[in-house]
């Protein structure tokens, strides 16, 4: 805790002159540290204590070291009551007056520390995540080209998206760009060491460390001419792999590993920083990228622009290159008709994968409303308090204060205020994000995203604070300039009411407030409605305790012929294992479908194919068994489909109802066509669907051929499937080994269970639901708090007027609904208001939505009589209270 | 005495700023780092005064600017980042001297009827 302390006092003492900091900064910090160590200074309170001892000592001393330094020597030899002077009187006459009203204080700190604690976090995340996730010098000019096929689909593709011959386009016609260079992701098992270990792999042309602007910790990177020809077996190793694997023995460069059973020679470390979309071991391509085909695909391409280029120059002269790619290939490849290549930064070209971006601006506006729910708090604080104080600004103009000198009085108390708030929304920011970031998912940590204070969140907090000083400090000033009359002075008698305008004022605040929480309600209700319509989701499949892995076989110590037997026999010896009840093996499994083909129907022609792509899927018999899907006609895989049997295929219930409706597909026979290449199979049997694209996405039509037949989709990377009769990952020992048996050279890898899988692509929308949520809940309790606090200071105001209706026979019942009707009146208007709001802002969240209307009107009845319920409750006690007044105390209460 | 060759400064104008003056009180019989100073000054007025280690560096700052203190050898054996101050002549004197002033006010309150008061509080 002491920590977050720290962090600010280091902010502060940037405000000092340098000559200061460099003599007394580190003593300062020493000082501080030995502070904290005292035992009143431990704990939360204790914590307290030293912040409101030493962060007011510290801007107190501030005025003071600036007038110590020569360089305000002019400011000195003005007459007396300079700028310095003055401001530093300000700043003191601010910290007494605080320092004695310490509760009103405390509460503006706090609920400004929420609010300004969940913006910091919010943007921490932001920063870390979609902003600036990587540590690469001059990030802004470092871009990925993303390609978009409209003829195919109008997403715009970065990874695995672009082909070779294409990346030679980008690299030889783009004078804007520089350091181009390009990569394909895959998975190679590295041995020489202990045990062979499946890396993430980037093939690569051109020199990426160079691209990134970092040099290579250490040994060399790849020469361009390197990566086109063939048998340089050379390799860099990512820094962490280097640390891990090759205890980080610098005698590593020369050396030799072994990549999928071929020898390689290490000829550089990359730098920590250097993270590749994750990637530990880079390879050359050693082929030109001229002699791969254009449709081939798999390519991601980045660069540098140069040192006076602009993206849009950038832009241009790719738009150049794909006419002319257009024109010279179209009548081959119709993807190419209208196609279009754009830079990207890179940042926002990779988080894009992770749709993470638009979570985090949803979240950030979502805290800037709770923000402004604690600001219109405050600033109705402030209102009541500078009505309050109204009779002693009369008195100081009276005394000769000038109008100017009082207003930036007040404006110094809400600077003070709302640099208290945002110190403890720093503490509650840095408390808050250890755990969260350790929460993150393996996706994101794993590329080297860290969240944490950095120098811009610091920077952004500081900024937010500053625009709630202003935000809030201008309406009590405003208020005060209108009451600026001789007149105070006289009906000092009453001093501490508003005024109907002030009153008004504060009313409206509260709409506001009521609105905003209405706002965030409705958004968390309906995130949550979206939730456990998801949860509720049929699957049709179960994937309850069941663990996946994947095993890739080398190409080079495998036939393609061999890879089904294989894996045949690889789920026989899991079968074997006790505790397990089923095993089988798949090119892919729900709720992940990757890899599709074309499909032609009986009496079509080739053409009419390209347009239908379906779900392809290489599986063992036992696959179907293992998950739980359910047979519908026909029949499934079985010992008779050998390899040079009759070609079968099982289809889902989606593709034969999309394409042989009202009647059965058994026997039909079908083409499956992916390029040149076209496969006659026939459908034997039909099994009912499951979400085999996800939760949120409806089946898709999809095919299963047997592993022995594979002929399409061809893998020799498959998942196995292992249901468990326990826990599945207690079995994964067992299972290692009887994959060791086989071959001790293949690691399984990219280790979970099927739960997690689907956790895990449920996470960004469980992650928002979960903090918007709990925004929405300190919204809710800022807002009662403030309605508590108007309808108590309205009924203070109202002695009088409530007295004389109880002596006149009102009874207490009447005065409650009195005091009721005000606080439900404002309610109403604040509940319409935020309505409107959220419907205008539905469109930003339809994205997180599911099964249910982004202004689903279950949940805006609930929020709007979960406001009233709350809007009387808070009332209730001050309306009491107003019930009871003994009449004769209310008159004389003047 | 100081062992530059530094003109000796001025003595500064009375009264002291009350934070100076007990800084100068807690360097009177040794050197002391900024948290010594602190905590001496705290447990020497039973808690009533207290400063905030802002108001201590910049105080010894302008105080080592115009030669009351001295940085003294710096305790670096143990932790670079403790500097350790001493009291100079001139800090000494004007101690002292605020000292005196300080007896001198008294004296004129005990000419008074003041002086009744004096005793009971």
Same mark, same amino acid.
């Given at each position: 805790?002491?920590?977050?302390?720290?962090?600010?006092?280091?902010?502060?003492?940037?405000?000092?002159?340098?000559?200061?900091?460099?003599?007394?900064? $580190?003593?300062?910090?020493?000082?501080?540290?030995?502070?904290?160590?005292? $035992?009143?200074?431990?704990?939360?309170?204790?914590?307290?204590?030293?912040?409101?001892?030493?962060?007011?000592?510290?801007? +107190?001393?501030?005025?003071?070291?600036? *007038?110590?330094?020569?360089?305000?020597?002019?400011?000195?030899?003005?007459?007396?009551?300079?700028?310095?002077? @003055?401001?530093?009187?300000?700043?003191?006459?601010?910290?007494?007056?605080?320092?004695?009203?310490?509760?009103?204080?405390?509460?503006?700190?706090?609920?400004?520390?929420?609010?300004?604690?969940?913006?910091?976090?919010?943007? *921490?995340?932001?920063?870390?995540?979609?902003?600036?996730?990587?540590?690469?010098?001059?990030?802004?000019?470092?871009?990925?080209?993303?390609?978009?096929?409209?003829?195919?689909?109008?997403?715009?593709?970065?990874?695995?998206?672009?082909?070779?011959?294409?990346? #030679?386009?980008?690299?030889?016609?783009?004078?804007?760009?520089?350091? %181009?260079? +390009? /990569?394909?992701?895959?998975?190679?098992?590295?041995?020489?060491?202990?045990?062979?270990?499946?890396?993430?792999?980037?093939?690569?042309?051109?020199?990426?460390?160079?691209?990134?602007?970092?040099?290579?910790?250490?040994?060399?990177?790849?020469?361009?001419?390197?990566?086109?020809?063939?048998?340089?077996?050379?390799?860099?190793?990512?820094?962490?792999?280097?640390?891990?694997?090759?205890?980080?023995?610098?005698?590593?460069?020369?050396?030799?590993?072994?990549?999928?059973?071929?020898?390689?020679?290490?000829?550089?470390?990359?730098?920590?920083?250097?993270?590749?979309?994750?990637?530990?071991?880079?390879?050359?391509?050693?082929?030109?990228?001229?002699?791969?085909?254009?449709? #081939?695909?798999?390519?991601?391409?980045?660069? &540098?622009?140069?040192?006076?280029?602009?993206?849009?120059?950038?832009?241009?002269?790719?738009?150049?290159?794909?006419?002319?790619?257009?024109?010279?290939?179209?009548?081959?490849?119709?993807?190419?008709?209208?196609?279009?290549?754009?830079?990207?930064?890179?940042?926002?070209?990779?988080?894009?994968?992770?749709?993470?971006?638009?979570?985090?601006?949803?979240?950030?506006?979502?805290?800037?409303?709770?923000?402004?729910?604690?600001?219109?708090?405050? !600033?109705?604080?402030?209102?009541?308090?500078? !009505?309050?104080?109204?009779?002693?600004?009369?008195?100081?103009?009276?005394?000769?204060?000038?109008?100017?000198?009082?207003?930036?009085?007040?404006?110094?108390?809400?600077?003070?205020?709302?640099?208290?708030?945002?110190?403890?929304?720093?503490?509650?920011?840095?408390?808050?994000?250890?755990?969260?970031?350790?929460?993150?998912?393996?996706?994101?940590?794993?590329?080297?995203?860290?969240?944490?204070?950095?120098?811009?969140?610091?920077?952004?907090?500081?900024?937010?604070?500053?625009? %709630?000083?202003?935000?809030?400090?201008?309406?009590?000033?405003?208020?005060?300039?209108?009451?600026?009359?001789?007149?105070?002075?006289?009906?000092?008698?009453?001093?501490?009411?508003?005024?109907? &305008?002030?009153?008004?004022?504060?009313?409206?605040?509260?709409?506001?407030?009521?609105?905003?929480?209405?706002?965030?309600?409705?958004?968390?209700?309906?995130?949550?409605?979206?939730?456990?319509?998801?949860?509720?989701?049929?699957?049709?499949?179960?994937?309850?305790?069941?663990?996946?892995?994947?095993?890739?076989?080398?190409?080079?110590?495998?036939?393609?012929?061999?890879?089904?037997?294989? /894996?045949?026999?690889?789920?026989?010896?899991?079968?074997?294992?006790?505790?397990?009840?089923?095993?089988?093996?798949?090119?892919?499994?729900?709720?992940?479908?990757?890899?599709?083909?074309?499909?032609?129907?009986?009496?079509?022609?080739?053409?009419?194919? +390209?347009?239908?792509?379906?779900?392809?899927?290489?599986?063992?018999?036992?696959? /179907?068994?293992?998950?739980?899907?359910?047979?519908?006609?026909?029949?499934?895989?079985?010992?008779?489909?050998?390899?040079?049997?009759?070609?079968?295929?099982?289809?889902?219930?989606?593709?034969?109802?999309?394409?042989?409706?009202?009647?059965?597909?058994?026997?039909?026979?079908?083409?499956?066509?992916?390029?040149?290449?076209?496969?006659?199979?026939?459908?034997?049997?039909?099994?009912?669907?499951?979400?085999?694209?996800?939760?949120?996405?409806?089946?898709?039509?999809?095919?299963?051929?047997?592993?022995?037949?594979?002929?399409?989709?061809?893998?020799?990377?498959?998942?196995?499937?292992?249901?468990?009769?326990?826990?599945?990952?207690?079995?994964?020992?067992?299972?290692?080994? #009887?994959?060791?048996?086989?071959?001790?050279?293949?690691?399984?890898?990219?280790?979970?269970?099927?739960?997690?899988?689907?956790?895990?692509?449920?996470?960004?929308?469980?992650?928002?639901?979960?903090?918007?949520?709990?925004?929405?809940?300190?919204?809710?309790?800022?807002?009662?708090?403030?309605?508590?606090?108007?309808?108590?200071?309205?009924?203070?105001?109202?002695?009088?007027?409530?007295?004389?209706?109880?002596?006149?026979?009102?009874?207490?019942?009447?005065?409650?609904?009195?005091?009721?009707?005000?606080?439900?009146?404002?309610?109403?208007?604040?509940?319409?208001?935020?309505?409107?709001? @959220?419907?205008?802002?539905?469109?930003?969240?339809?994205?997180?939505?599911?099964?249910?209307?982004?202004?689903? $009107?279950?949940?805006?009845?609930?929020?709007?009589?979960?406001?009233?319920?709350?809007?009387?409750?808070?009332?209730?006690?001050?309306?009491?209270?107003? +019930?009871?007044?003994?009449?004769?105390?209310?008159?004389?209460?003047? | 005495?100081?062992?530059?060759?530094?003109?000796?400064? =001025?003595?500064?104008?009375?009264?002291?700023?009350? =934070?100076?003056?007990?800084?100068?009180?807690?360097?009177?019989?040794? =050197?002391?780092?900024?948290?010594?100073?602190?905590?001496?000054?705290?447990?020497?007025?039973?808690?009533?005064?207290?400063?905030?280690?802002?108001?201590?560096?910049?105080?010894?700052?302008?105080?080592?600017?115009?030669?009351?203190?001295?940085?003294?050898?710096?305790?670096?054996?143990?932790?670079?980042?403790?500097?350790?101050?001493?009291?100079?002549?001139?800090?000494?004197?004007?101690?002292?001297?605020?000292?005196?002033?300080?007896?001198?006010?008294?004296?004129?309150?005990?000419?008074?009827?003041?002086?009744?008061?004096?005793?009971?509080?």
């Amino acid at each position: 805790m002491l920590k977050a302390l720290t962090l600010f006092v280091r902010f502060l003492l940037r405000l000092f002159p340098g000559s200061f900091r460099t003599r007394h900064g $580190p003593e300062y910090l020493a000082t501080l540290n030995a502070l904290g160590e005292e $035992p009143r200074h431990r704990g939360i309170v204790g914590l307290f204590r030293l912040t409101s001892f030493v962060v007011p000592d510290l801007l +107190a001393a501030l005025p003071r070291a600036w *007038s110590d330094t020569g360089s305000v020597d002019a400011l000195k030899s003005r007459p007396a009551g300079g700028t310095m002077e @003055s401001l530093w009187q300000d700043l003191r006459y601010a910290i007494r007056t605080l320092s004695r009203s310490r509760v009103f204080a405390a509460t503006v700190i706090i609920s400004l520390g929420l609010g300004i604690g969940a913006n910091t976090i919010v943007y *921490s995340l932001l920063d870390g995540v979609v902003l600036h996730p990587f540590a690469y010098p001059d990030p802004d000019r470092l871009v990925g080209i993303g390609v978009t096929f409209p003829k195919v689909s109008s997403d715009r593709g970065f990874i695995e998206s672009l082909s070779p011959p294409e990346f #030679a386009d980008v690299r030889d016609s783009t004078p804007s760009l520089e350091r %181009v260079s +390009a /990569f394909d992701l895959g998975n190679r098992a590295i041995s020489g060491g202990d045990r062979p270990e499946r890396v993430f792999t980037a093939f690569v042309w051109g020199d990426p460390l160079a691209t990134l602007g970092l040099p290579p910790a250490l040994g060399r990177s790849f020469r361009a001419a390197e990566t086109e020809e063939q048998g340089n077996a050379v390799a860099v190793i990512s820094h962490r792999i280097w640390q891990s694997r090759f205890g980080a023995d610098s005698s590593i460069i020369g050396r030799t590993v072994r990549v999928n059973g071929q020898p390689y020679t290490v000829i550089g470390v990359m730098p920590p920083a250097a993270l590749l979309m994750g990637t530990d071991l880079w390879l050359p391509m050693g082929v030109p990228p001229m002699r791969v085909p254009r449709q #081939a695909r798999q390519w991601a391409i980045i660069g &540098r622009l140069k040192p006076n280029a602009s993206l849009a120059a950038a832009n241009a002269d790719l738009a150049r290159i794909a006419a002319r790619t257009e024109r010279a290939y179209h009548a081959e490849l119709k993807e190419y008709e209208g196609w279009r290549l754009e830079a990207a930064p890179f940042a926002e070209a990779t988080t894009s994968m992770f749709q993470l971006r638009l979570a985090g601006f949803v979240m950030q506006g979502a805290v800037a409303l709770l923000l402004l729910i604690a600001c219109t708090n405050v !600033a109705s604080l402030l209102l009541s308090r500078a !009505a309050k104080r109204s009779g002693e600004i009369s008195v100081r103009q009276a005394l000769g204060a000038r109008a100017h000198r009082l207003l930036r009085q007040l404006f110094t108390e809400s600077l003070l205020l709302s640099l208290g708030g945002g110190a403890a929304g720093l503490a509650i920011a840095w408390a808050a994000l250890g755990p969260l970031s350790a929460a993150l998912p393996e996706e994101v940590s794993g590329l080297g995203i860290k969240i944490a204070l950095n120098p811009r969140v610091l920077i952004f907090t500081l900024l937010v604070s500053l625009v %709630v000083a202003i935000f809030f400090g201008a309406s009590p000033i405003a208020q005060v300039l209108r009451s600026r009359t001789t007149a105070v002075l006289g009906q000092s008698g009453e001093r501490s009411t508003l005024g109907k &305008r002030g009153r008004r004022l504060r009313a409206g605040f509260l709409a506001l407030q009521v609105a905003l929480s209405v706002v965030l309600l409705v958004g968390a209700g309906v995130l949550l409605r979206s939730f456990n319509r998801l949860q509720g989701v049929d699957l049709g499949f179960d994937g309850r305790g069941v663990l996946t892995a994947r095993l890739s076989l080398a190409r080079e110590t495998y036939q393609m012929e061999q890879v089904g037997p294989f /894996f045949e026999q690889l789920t026989g010896r899991l079968r074997a294992i006790p505790g397990v009840k089923n095993a089988s093996a798949a090119t892919q499994y729900p709720p992940i479908n990757n890899f599709q083909t074309n499909l032609q129907l009986p009496g079509e022609t080739p053409e009419l194919s +390209a347009a239908r792509t379906v779900d392809m899927t290489n599986a063992t018999a036992d696959f /179907f068994a293992t998950l739980g899907y359910r047979l519908q006609a026909g029949r499934l895989f079985g010992d008779r489909d050998t390899e040079n049997a009759p070609l079968v295929a099982v289809v889902n219930q989606t593709l034969a109802r999309r394409f042989f409706p009202g009647r059965s597909p058994v026997a039909e026979r079908i083409v499956l066509r992916s390029g040149d290449q076209a496969t006659e199979v026939e459908i034997v049997g039909v099994v009912a669907d499951v979400r085999n694209r996800g939760l949120e996405v409806d089946p898709a039509p999809e095919v299963f051929m047997h592993v022995r037949q594979q002929r399409v989709a061809v893998n020799n990377q498959l998942f196995i499937q292992v249901r468990a009769a326990g826990e599945p990952m207690a079995l994964l020992g067992a299972i290692r080994d #009887a994959t060791k048996d086989l071959d001790p050279d293949q690691p399984l890898y990219r280790i979970s269970t099927i739960e997690q899988d689907l956790g895990n692509a449920v996470l960004q929308r469980r992650a928002a639901m979960f903090l918007i949520g709990i925004f929405a809940i300190v919204a809710l309790v800022l807002a009662s708090v403030g309605m508590y606090g108007l309808v108590s200071q309205s009924v203070q105001e109202r002695v009088k007027e409530i007295g004389i209706r109880m002596a006149l026979g009102a009874d207490g019942n009447a005065i409650v609904r009195l005091v009721l009707r005000q606080i439900l009146s404002v309610v109403i208007i604040g509940s319409a208001l935020g309505l409107a709001g @959220s419907i205008a802002l539905s469109g930003s969240i339809r994205a997180l939505v599911f099964g249910v209307s982004p202004t689903d $009107p279950v949940t805006l009845a609930a929020v709007v009589v979960l406001l009233t319920v709350v809007a009387t409750c808070a009332a209730a006690i001050p309306a009491r209270r107003a +019930a009871h007044v003994p009449a004769v105390a209310a008159v004389r209460s003047e | 005495m100081p062992s530059n060759d530094r003109r000796l400064p =001025a003595p500064p104008p009375l009264p002291l700023p009350v =934070a100076e003056f007990h800084i100068l009180v807690a360097l009177a019989d040794g =050197a002391r780092h900024g948290y010594g100073i602190m905590t001496d000054i705290e447990q020497r007025t039973d808690g009533a005064v207290r400063l905030g280690p802002g108001t201590l560096y910049t105080a010894l700052r302008r105080m080592s600017d115009r030669g009351l203190v001295e940085e003294g050898a710096t305790g670096a054996r143990e932790n670079p980042r403790r500097v350790n101050y001493r009291i100079t002549a001139l800090g000494r004197e004007a101690a002292v001297a605020e000292a005196r002033r300080m007896e001198k006010c008294l004296a004129l309150v005990r000419g008074t009827r003041l002086a009744a008061r004096l005793e009971t509080a």
